[in-house]
């Protein structure tokens, strides 16, 4: 196997699950995000190449769709609710004190070691537990303070120590 061909054998897998059809290109898309929590570019082509149609088309749908990224996102994404209800309640002073506990900003949204991404959205749906936080799309957070978010952060951290401790002993 060559090492171009090992590079790309998550992705391969992932189409031909599906059949290396095209018309499943966002499910294809989906699962290549979720391996690699981003949209890398050069995978991008690649799923052109391996599902014979144009870049354009792979590229366009990968931008089209708000729930894709092209960039890379850390393990634990951090979404903080801005709409209506967070909003009013004080949902921009969590976003705040987690910009400065991870040192992040409008610009720079995650951390470098890539554990940590933070993004702004519109509504994630709990307006009665305002403010509201949401972590990986699974895991939320009512009735947010400053203070709690510290708690979340403190708890997120030690997660990812105990997971680095684990895989540490796991080379021992």
Partial sequence: MSP???KFSKVDAIIRNHESKSSHL???LQEIQA???YLPEEVLTYVATALGIPAATV????TFY????MNPKGKYI????NGTACHVKGSEKIKYLVQKE?????KKNTTDDLQFTLETVSCIGACGL????????NEVHGQMTPEAMEIVLKDLKSRKDTTEAAAAGKEN
Avoid at 59 to 62: E, K, Q, R, S
Avoid at 66 to 69: H, I
Wanted: proline share 3%.
């Fill in 59 to 62: 590229y366009g749908v990968a």
């Fill in 130 to 137: 305002a403010p509201a936080v949401m972590i990986n799309d």
């Fill in 78 to 81: 951090i979404k903080v609710c």
């Fill in 102 to 106: 991870l040192g992040l900003t409008d």
């Fill in 26 to 28: 966002v499910a294809i």
């Fill in 66 to 69: 708000t729930q894709f990224s």
């Fill in 4 to 6: 171009e061909s090992r």
């Fill in 35 to 37: 391996e690699y929590r």
